[in-house]
C-alpha cells in the first residue's frame, strides 16, 4: 500500500541545480520515518547521498556535502533534496528510502528512482 515516488531528475550541464522530491502514499505515518536519498551508477554500488531522521537530523556524503541538502514537509509527506554545483560525478538514478525500527521489527520502503544526469 505504501508508494514513494521521485520527481526532479533531468540533464542539466555541471554547476547547474536540480531539486528532487519524493512524495510518500497510502498507509505510513510519514513523520516517524527516516528519510534518506541514496544514489547508483551504472556499474556502481548504490551508496548513501543524505539522511534526515524523524527528528530532524541530517547527514552526508563526503562528496556532497556543502552543495546538497535534504529536507522534509511532514504535512506534505514529502522529503527533498536540493542539489546545487552539480558535478558529472553526481551522475545516477536518486531513489528514496523510507526507514522505522519499532521493537525490533523494520519497516522500509523504495521509490522507483529518478535519473540526474550532468553533462560536462
Known amino acids: 500500500q505504501v508508494q514513494l515516488v521521485e520527481s526532479g531528475g533531468g540533464l542539466v550541464q555541471v554547476g547547474e541545480s536540480l531539486r528532487l522530491a519524493c512524495a510518500a502514499s497510502?498507509?505510513?505515518?510519514?513523520?516517524?520515518?527516516?528519510m534518506t536519498w541514496y544514489r547508483q551508477a551504472p556499474g556502481k554500488q548504490r551508496e548513501l547521498v543524505a539522511g534526515i531522521t524523524s527528528g530532524g537530523t541530517t547527514n552526508y556524503a563526503n562528496s556532497v556535502k556543502g552543495r546538497l541538502t535534504i529536507s522534509r514537509d511532514n504535512a506534505k509527506n514529502t522529503v527533498y533534496l536540493q542539489m546545487n554545483s552539480l558535478k558529472p560525478e553526481d551522475t545516477a538514478v536518486y531513489f528514496c528510502?523510507?526507514?522505522?525500527?519499532?521493537?525490533?521489527?523494520?519497516?522500509?520502503?523504495w521509490g522507483q528512482g529518478t535519473q540526474v544526469t550532468v553533462s560536462s
Open positions: 528510502n523510507a526507514n522505522r525500527i519499532v521493537t525490533g521489527v523494520r519497516y522500509v520502503y
Open positions: 497510502g498507509t505510513i505515518f510519514f513523520s516517524l520515518y527516516d
